[in-house]
């Protein structure tokens, strides 16, 4: 089970960092990704991380502003958001996959597990 958090309403140039804690599995044999969907649009990838965190991935759209990160001793991975802009603004999701070695997984039908999502807002 995979559980978000540290969403919410932000103003543009704002900070968040999101939290996803895994419980139920062991969390280390995951590679682990955000996601996000904003209304009317597909899911989209954001973020990947391998299972020991020495590995990352963005999506040119975030490069420069996200963060991902992961601590297994607490089994949580991690979103840190800065400067946010408007088309930020949208559901975010964690999920994990078992390739993991892997942090550029980019395609939500590749991923086993998925969180219930945290809203991000970022208003202009």
């Known amino acids: 089970q995979l559980q978000e958090s540290g969403g919410g309403f932000v103003q543009t140039g704002g900070s968040l960092r999101l939290s996803c804690v895994a419980s139920?599995?062991?969390?280390?044999?995951?590679?682990m990704a955000w996601f996000r969907q904003a209304p009317g649009k597909e899911r989209e990838f954001v973020a990947g991380?391998?299972?020991?965190?020495?590995?990352?991935y963005y999506a040119d759209s975030v490069k420069g502003r996200f963060t991902i990160s992961r601590d297994n001793a607490e089994n949580t991975v991690y979103l840190r958001m800065n400067t946010l802009k408007p088309e930020d603004t949208a559901d975010y999701y964690c999920a994990a996959h078992s390739d993991i070695y892997n942090a550029r997984r980019v395609k939500a039908n590749e991923y086993e597990y998925w969180g219930q999502g945290t809203q991000v807002t970022v208003s202009s």
């Open positions: 139920g599995r062991t969390f280390r044999v995951y590679a």
């Open positions: 991380i391998d299972w020991q965190g020495r590995s990352t």
